[in-house]
């Protein structure tokens, strides 16, 4: 049985940091893509940065760029957002997902990844 589960979120004021956590179970973690997807209020969900099975080959969105920092420790079925200079507009429940093609960097569709967590909650005060 497949487990993915985020932690890390909390309450930030603008400018703070924080780094996020997902450790998935029940599945081999370096044959998996894996990615982080944010969802704000009253929008859709959108993926922020995602990783190859290596860790060698990243993707960021625009919004995070020079900001965010995504890692992984296959040794301990981990995955990692390192999270920079944090502004308002990055407040939204956080989540972590895996994706059966270990070769991607770039995220892809939702629809295609196997596994979600149930997310972790960044709010940013201004």
């Known amino acids: 049985q497949v487990q993915v589960v985020e932690s890390g979120g909390g309450l930030v004021q603008a400018g703070g940091s924080l780094r996020l956590s997902c450790t998935a179970s029940?599945?081999?973690?370096?044959?998996?893509?894996m990615g982080w997807f944010r969802q704000a209020p009253g929008k859709e969900r959108e993926g922020v940065s995602c990783?190859?099975?290596?860790?060698?080959?990243?993707y960021y969105a625009d919004s995070v760029k020079g900001r965010f920092t995504i890692s992984r420790d296959n040794a301990k079925n981990t995955l990692y957002l390192q999270m920079t200079s944090l502004k308002p507009e990055d407040t939204a429940m956080y989540y972590c997902?895996?994706?059966?093609?270990?070769?991607?960097?770039?995220?892809?569709?939702?629809?295609?990844?196997?596994?979600w967590g149930q997310g972790t909650q960044v709010t940013i005060s201004s």
């Open positions: 990783i190859n099975w290596s860790g060698g080959s990243t």
């Open positions: 997902a895996a994706h059966p093609n270990p070769y991607y960097s770039r995220c892809q569709p939702e629809s295609t990844y196997n596994y």
């Open positions: 029940g599945l081999r973690f370096a044959d998996y893509h």
